[in-house]
């Protein structure tokens, strides 16, 4: 498989609320996506940054709030419709979209790929489907950023169909085999959003593990350092997000060579994004 990380846009916030002892500068957190080449079964993207739909979507209150917290920069050359068609690749090659949890930064261009089929544990999308206004809101979520025809081009993760990781990935003892090749397995970081998961995948011999926002920086993983207690307020569930980032200092302690990669670290996707090179 082919892997290559990019970044649809950024928001700023400051460094203090994403890491206990942070400094209070605005830094810069890249909405990352991922392209997956798999050589029988088609391209895949692990979520897909920011679109113009975002600031469409946050246009009036409450929504708008988004925009004050965390003001976002997002050139046309950065969307992964763009960045893609630098590679030759058309919106309707993408055959799929995986998607780690449903917060604006991480779907807001699913409307771009017409043809995909959306890939998701099943309790991430239950707990936001029928969400609308402040409800929606304390969610992070804006219904506005679903495709319409999205249930039809949807296939859920088959929770019941689980299977027991190997010791390679221990702390984490299940997963789901998501094209049924192991070529790409997911496992639930619970804490940050319902249903949020990373993915393992494999390029040659090099090992990804994608595991979208259970950290913002991935000092966090390694100093096992939640955010500010504010941000509390904005995880589904702040004793479930510290026993997945628990579990994410303990695998990346014992697994040193993995690519263990945050969505939202400017200094490790800094490693892969030329372009985001300070
Ligand atoms: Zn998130």
């Keep these: 498989m082919n892997i290559k990380i990019f970044n649809a846009g950024y928001c700023t916030c400051p460094e203090h609320l994403a890491i206990q002892n942070g400094r209070?500068?605005?830094?810069?957190?890249?909405?990352?996506?991922?392209?997956?080449?798999?050589?029988?079964?088609?391209?895949?993207?692990?979520?897909?940054?920011?679109?113009?739909?975002?600031?469409?979507?946050?246009?009036?209150?409450?929504?708008?709030?988004?925009?004050?917290?965390?003001?976002?920069?997002?050139?046309?050359?950065?969307?992964?419709?763009?960045?893609?068609?630098?590679?030759?690749?058309?919106?309707?090659?993408?055959?799929?979209?995986?998607?780690?949890?449903?917060?604006?930064?991480?779907?807001?261009?699913l409307n771009d790929f017409k043809k995909a089929r959306y890939i998701f544990l099943p309790q991430a999308y239950e707990k936001v489907r029928s969400s609308h206004g402040l409800n929606a809101f304390s969610k992070a979520f804006l219904p506005g950023l679903i495709p319409n025809d999205f249930d039809e081009r949807s296939v859920p993760i088959?929770?019941?169909?689980?299977?027991?990781?190997?010791?390679?990935?221990?702390?984490?003892?299940?997963?789901?085999?998501?094209?049924?090749?192991?070529?790409?397995?997911?496992?639930?970081?619970?804490?940050?959003?319902?249903?949020?998961?990373?993915?393992?995948?494999?390029?040659?011999?090099?090992?990804?593990?994608?595991?979208?926002?259970?950290?913002?920086?991935?000092?966090?993983?390694i100093q096992n350092s939640p955010p500010h207690k504010i941000a509390n307020l904005l995880f589904s569930d702040p004793a479930e997000y510290k026993n997945t980032l628990g579990k994410l200092h303990d695998y990346q302690n014992n697994h040193s060579s993995v690519h263990v990669i945050p969505s939202h670290c400017e200094e490790t996707l800094a490693q892969y994004i030329p372009s985001l090179s300070l």
């Excluded at 027991?164 to 192991?182: C, I, N, V």
Aim: hydrophobic residues 45%; proline residues 5%.
């Design 24 to 109: 209070w500068k605005n830094i810069r957190f890249p909405a990352m996506f991922a392209l997956l080449e798999h050589p029988q079964l088609g391209r895949l993207l692990f979520d897909t940054g920011y679109s113009h739909r975002f600031f469409e979507e946050t246009k009036s209150f409450p929504n708008r709030v988004y925009r004050w917290l965390t003001p976002v920069t997002l050139r046309e050359e950065d969307l992964a419709i763009h960045q893609l068609a630098s590679m030759g690749i058309k919106p309707n090659d993408v055959d799929y979209v995986l998607i780690s949890h449903f917060h604006a930064d991480h779907i807001a261009a």
């Design 158 to 221: 088959k929770i019941q169909q689980s299977i027991l990781l190997d010791g390679e990935y221990a702390p984490f003892k299940t997963g789901y085999d998501l094209l049924g090749d192991q070529s790409i397995i997911a496992v639930e970081l619970p804490g940050h959003a319902f249903g949020q998961m990373g993915i393992f995948a494999r390029q040659s011999n090099d090992l990804f593990f994608f595991v979208a926002d259970a950290t913002w920086l991935k000092r966090g993983i």
